[in-house]
């Protein structure tokens, strides 16, 4: 399982990294939120954290059951759990329209799946 999910996610991450790099409004937009200078600087300076995400992912797809493979599993569990709970809060302070929920989704399915790896 955690060589599926890694190489899955390596993709998004990856996809994520080049949007973000090089159309942050349209991402922004996608949301319903509006694209100021401000939004544009932190989301191109959030992209590289999605391409490291990305790189490590795909480096350790192979790894086997280790204390550093759960350790990455759990790392990155967090970290999509946490986006996926900003999202959702953000949704209900009426900053972002109902398409963040269905991105919070994707994001909530992929920390359960990269919980789950880490204890295997």
């Known amino acids: ?5 890694s190489i899955l ?3 998004i991450c990856a ?3 080049a949007l973000l790099l090089l159309s942050p409004a349209s991402y922004v937009g996608t949301y319903g939120v509006g ?4 939004g544009m600087f932190m989301v191109r300076r959030a ?3 999605f391409l490291g995400f990305a790189v490590m992912l795909w480096l350790a797809r192979n790894a086997g059951p280790s204390p550093l493979r759960g ?7 967090v970290a999509f759990a946490g986006v ?3 999202g959702m809060f953000e949704y209900l302070r009426g900053v972002a329209s109902a398409a963040i929920l269905i ?3 994707g994001e909530m399915l992929i920390a359960v799946l990269f919980a789950r790896a880490a204890k295997a």
Do not use: H, N, Q, Y
């Open 1 to 5: 399982m955690f060589r599926k999910i």
């Open 47 to 49: 992209s590289p954290m």
């Open 103 to 105: 991105a919070a989704a």
């Open 9 to 11: 996610t390596a993709l």
């Open 15 to 17: 996809v994520l990294f």
């Open 71 to 77: 350790a990455l599993s759990c790392g990155i569990a």
């Open 84 to 86: 996926a709970l900003t």
């Open 35 to 38: 694209a100021d200078a401000g």
